[in-house]
């Protein structure tokens, strides 16, 4: 594979230099504009094109940021920190091709961060091709950002505050965009602050046995900040080629208190517990990129090169003061828990698109990728002369590499009213368990089809087929077998035995008016990795989260998108997706069946005074995963905007949650049923209120040539290729 590798690296470079001989630095005539009177054109904000849609950003937008942007989004459904497509999880986000490796609330502030005055347009991707990786296993979506078309610098500034029961989250921004001749410079720098998080946990069981009972109360309070710094230069000498750097920081601090109290009846031993928790965890995260793009010919044929690194430190804390009294016993027990996390992963990719006609295209590319985790957990409790000692038996560590080596191509042609993307993956992975001294090698092929028939010659009405082949290894944390207390009675750990997913992904699409969408398809797993609730061997009261693989579980879905706009001041989306959930856990296990159900809509109106108001939906029906559920969720929200001094100001009011709904979860396990309802400020009822401004200097010029004949590719430092 290694030798395949280096001979593929090879040939690129001989069809660089052969490509080079012929090509001239020179651009044909620009193709006049012609104006039509008494003529308006809305273009479509929603346009479907062969295997993916793109959804343009339009000025009535402003005042949104990322998140608003994709939760309005066909067919994606975002919830914890999480998203989805068509109900597949797994989804990657890319700004301006590059990969955002972030999860959970860190993910989420991110999105936040990215205002929607800065975002051109975003490409969703249900189904990913054979160009990227093989994890892709939920599509891509990829957020294009807006470059400075003015000679000059544009600045921008906003700030957004949300405020409810108990919570307090403030989020500044600021943006610069600098634009002259052959370069371009920009960045932006947020902040989410929120100083007061204040919920509550409560936590309860259900026995087979009438002598146990279980109760348990707690309340945390939190203070967290992330900072997030982000830059890069973009410069074109030529019309040929384009280089580009960025880089990015993000520092998240967090510190948490909480305090609980537990009633425990078991075997008629009654007991009560006091815990007081502290934590304080700080972590860094820090990324550069690089790429570099050659034209080759000018039928827009190029050589790209695409290089990342992103490093990730974290440093935890956790203190525990436990007090439990029974009937004739108390214990008094202090002790504190230090993790260091090192995570860091290292692309290159080497991509060469050649245009064979105006109906053909071939790509082919290398890859290598280089991850390692580096995870270390002590415990040490106080002893008689109040030293901290550490506590025999419970430290861990886990030192972990991975190596993927990949190859790949597509081929792609149109042929009337026909067009077929067929292309093949090829991944060599080697893993080393520093920590077990195993080493595993495997060799994957991932398939890739996508064909789309037009009905008609107008191609309003098209059909639309994919299939793909995909794998999910493992992530860092699931591996890792050093415990994470949650309480008392439950805790969290890894397993460093995990297999990979295996999944066959296939559908169909029928397409009217570019934009609305029937969808009826399948994601078959094998292997399928699930969280799963247990009871401690050493005491079963104690719980604890874990990670499986389970044998077989299938997802056959139907999913509706709509995308109305009756009149031209009123648009009305609805996204509705039915999924069967069938569920083999172990190989001599039942299957199981379950009808699930995501929806979501938005309702906006275009008032006079560039007044812009919304009302969004999104719910779910109850979820399934492993022994666990997750009950119903239903939310409504509410936004209204105004524009000002020509569109340079925004400013925001709204509420999220209008009916303050909360989440609960249960996990059924073998001696009884837990139920966990948690009550989060950040989640539930909160006021909004933001205000952005943009100004700019300079003045404007008019472009060259070049950069419209090089399909733009000044606007971005990686392009997505189709």
């Known amino acids: 594979m290694k030798t395949l590798f280096l001979a593929v690296v090879l040939f690129f ?36 094109q062969n295997n ?24 994606i459904w975002l919830s914890q920190g999480k998203i989805s497509i068509n109900g597949s999880s797994g989804t990657r986000v890319f700004i301006d091709g590059r990969e955002i490796r972030l999860e959970g609330e860190l993910f989420t ?105 279980f109760q348990s109360v707690s309340d945390f309070h939190q203070r967290n900040s992330n900072h997030i710094l982000r830059t890069g230069i973009i410069w074109s000498p030529d019309s040929l080629n384009t280089f580009g750097i960025e880089g990015e920081a993000l520092v998240q601090s967090v510190f948490d208190r909480t305090f609980g109290e537990t009633d425990m009846a078991s075997s008629g031993i009654q007991s009560h517990s006091i815990e007081q928790y502290k934590q304080k965890k700080q972590g860094q995260i820090a990324t550069g990129s690089l790429s570099y793009l050659r034209r080759i010919d000018d039928a ?66 290398v890859k290598y990728t280089h991850s390692s985790i580096d995870d270390y957990s002590t415990y040490e409790g106080v002893n008689k002369y109040e030293h901290w000692t550490l506590v025999d038996g419970y430290q861990h560590g886990l030192k972990y590499k991975e190596q993927i080596y990949a190859g790949y191509f597509t081929y792609s042609h149109q042929w009337k009213r026909l067009s077929i993307k067929a292309g093949l993956r090829a991944e060599h992975v080697r893993t080393d368990n520093l920590t077990s001294h195993v080493v595993t090698k495997k060799l994957d092929w991932f398939p890739s089809v996508q064909v789309t028939y037009s009905l008609n010659r107008l191609q309003t ?51 009217y008016d570019y ?36 044998y077989r579980e299938n997802h056959w879905f139907v999913a509706l998108s709509t995308p109305f706009q009756p009149f031209y001041w009123w648009r009305l989306s609805l996204n509705l997706i039915g999924v069967r959930q069938d569920i083999r856990t172990y190989r001599d296990s039942k299957m199981q069946s379950h009808y699930l159900f995501f929806g979501n809509a938005l309702s906006s109106f275009s008032l006079p005074f560039d007044i812009t108001m919304e009302f969004r939906y999104e719910g779910n029906s109850r979820l399934y995963s492993g022994n666990s559920e997750v009950a119903p969720m239903h939310q409504v929200h509410f ?14 009011l709204g509420m999220n949650n209008l009916f303050n709904r909360m989440a609960s979860y249960s996990g059924h396990l073998e001696n009884y049923s837990q139920h966990t309802r948690i009550s989060i400020p950040s989640s539930g009822r909160r006021f909004q209120v933001g205000i952005s401004y943009r100004f700019q200097q300079g003045k404007k010029f008019r472009q060259k040539s070049v950069e419209k004949t090089i399909g733009g590719e000044r606007n971005r430092l990686t392009r997505e290729f189709k």
Request: glycine share 6%; net charge neutral.
């Open 639 to 652: 936004q209204f905007r105004k524009r000002l001094l020509d569109d340079r100001m925004v400013i925001t």
């Open 300 to 365: 827009g044929s190029e050589i790209k090169f695409l290089s990342d690194y992103t490093r990730r430190n974290t440093d935890d804390r956790q203190y525990t003061h436990l007090q439990q009294i029974g009937e004739f016993f108390s214990t008094d027990t202090l002790y504190r828990q230090l993790t260091d996390k090192w995570y860091s992963i290292g692309t290159a990719n080497l991509v060469w698109t050649q245009n064979i006609d105006s109906q053909s295209r071939f790509l082919a590319g």
């Open 461 to 511: 009405w098209m059909l639309a087929g994919e299939y793909a082949r995909y794998i999910e290894r493992p992530h860092f944390a699931a591996l890792s077998p050093n415990p994470i207390q949650l309480s008392e009675y439950a805790y969290q750990v890894g397993n460093p035995q995990l297999r990979p997913t295996y999944i066959h992904r296939f559908n169909m699409t029928l397409i």
């Open 515 to 550: 934009r609305y969408t029937l969808t009826m398809g399948g994601n078959l797993h094998t292997d399928l990795i699930r969280e799963f609730s247990k009871q401690d061997a050493a005491n079963p009261e104690i719980s604890y989260i874990t990670y499986e693989n389970h």
């Open 52 to 75: 993916h849609y793109t959804i343009q950003v339009s000025p009535a937008e402003k005042g949104k940021n990322g998140e608003d942007l994709l939760r309005q989004a066909p067919g």
């Open 109 to 213: 502030n991110y999105l936040q961060s990215l205002k929607s005055e800065d975002i051109a347009r975003i490409d969703v991707y249900p189904v990913a091709g054979a160009e990227h990786d093989a994890n892709m296993k939920g599509g891509i979506i990829q957020i294009w950002m807006k470059r400075n078309r003015n000679k000059g610098t544009e600045f921008s500034a906003a700030v957004t505050t949300q405020v409810g029961k108990n919570y307090q989250q403030y989020q500044p921004h600021i943006g610069w965009k600098y634009h002259c001749s052959h370069l371009d410079w920009y960045g932006s720098l947020s902040a989410d602050y929120q100083p007061q998080l204040e919920g509550v946990t409560k936590v309860s069981r259900e026995y087979s046995s009438t002598t146990s009972a």
């Open 13 to 48: 470079i001989v069809s660089v230099s052969r490509a080079q001989q012929s090509i001239h630095d020179t651009l044909p005539e620009m193709i006049p504009m012609q104006t039509l009177d008494e003529i308006t054109v809305r273009p479509q904000y929603i346009r479907h």
